[in-house]
């Protein structure tokens, strides 16, 4: 047993990114138990335990960051407060975020989308990351790449206002979900070759995409209303027409380029819709990474 903090009462340790080495293990610890008036909060940093040496991975000027995860390089992707804790109004629930990326002591702000809020969610064995951000004006939430210091809009189905990419492979296939401007339905899609494809199952919460294509993820069968209580879990493996598949690839939806939103509410309604559905990812990060204060609710 190792204890794997920065000095304060609580550290929590996250899954790796493709990590199959056990001498590497990303995660963020409280430095101290003293609240910050900004936030509410103690003092968070994220942290590499590295071959029995922990190494702490600085914020982007704020006073709360937290590591997603690691890939084999050791390379770590998160999430970090900006200078002077902006945004926050005595909670976290509305402070400025933007992912980050580290390198073996290289930290760098990978930004947004225009807006004030990102999220990396996973990273691939060559440092590509992908995730979601904010817009310009805070408008829309889209799925987001980061490859080679450049930010890619992955767009949505078309007719949809949301999406966020949930993991990438080695060749540089993308799995995640397009959200209705209602934030009503959800679809699992995947993003290849610039095109973005529906997949057309049940599977709500797409979770990883191995280098085979093929994708797990959580779902729910047909008459089940409760994932606690008989969600599934799914694996999904592609195959071409005459390969015992059901079907053809032809049922499946492509568009060969990032879905362009057309929709009758006004910008002041699609942000506030925005902040709706960034608030649901708030909410699913502070249960995810035991944050105290984020909460569902969006501010007018």
């Given amino acids: 047993m190792r204890d794997l903090a920065l000095g304060g009462p609580d550290s929590f340790a996250k899954g790796g990114c493709n990590n199959q080495r056990d001498d590497l293990v990303a995660g963020d610890s409280l430095t101290d138990s003293t609240p910050n008036a900004a936030t509410g909060s103690p003092t968070q940093h994220a942290f590499l335990w590295e071959n029995g040496t922990m190494l702490d991975i ?8 937290f590591a997603e995860c690691a890939n084999n390089q050791g390379q770590v992707i998160g ?8 945004g926050c109004t005595g909670s976290l629930d509305f402070c400025a975020q933007h992912a980050f990326s580290w ?15 990102s ?3 996973w990273l691939n064995n060559k440092g590509e990351a992908v995730g979601g951000a904010f817009t310009a004006g805070d408008e829309l939430f889209h799925a987001t790449l980061w490859r080679d210091g450049q930010i890619s809009d992955l767009g949505t189905l078309p007719g949809d206002c949301f999406s966020v ?9 993308i799995v995640g979900k397009s959200f209705s401007c209602d934030g009503s339905t959800e679809r699992a899609v995947v993003w290849d070759k610039g095109a973005i494809i529906n997949l057309n199952v049940p599977i709500p919460e797409p979770i990883n995409i191995n280098d085979k294509g093929q994708l797990a993820g959580d779902g729910l069968p047909p008459g089940c ?13 592609p195959c071409a027409a005459g390969q015992g598949c059901e079907g053809t690839d032809d049922g499946n939806a492509r568009t060969s380029s990032p879905g362009i939103t057309t929709n009758a509410a006004t910008p002041t309604q699609r942000r506030r819709m925005t ?13 995810r990474y035991h944050i105290r204060g984020l909460r569902a609710s969006p501010r007018d």
């Avoid at 600085?58 to 960051?65: C, N, Q, R, S, W």
Wanted: net charge negative.
């Fill in 225 to 237: 209303d409760d994932e606690n209580i008989c969600g599934h879990e799914f694996l999904l493996i």
């Fill in 79 to 86: 999430g970090s407060n900006l200078v002077g804790d902006v």
């Fill in 119 to 121: 999220l990396a969610e």
């Fill in 58 to 65: 600085p914020t982007l000027g704020g006073t709360f960051a």
């Fill in 165 to 173: 990419a949930n993991a990438i492979n080695s060749k540089g296939q």
């Fill in 275 to 287: 902040k709706e559905f960034v608030a649901q990812l708030r909410a699913r990060l502070a249960q």
């Fill in 103 to 117: 390198d073996h002591g290289t930290l760098t702000d990978l930004g947004t989308l225009g807006g004030s809020f």
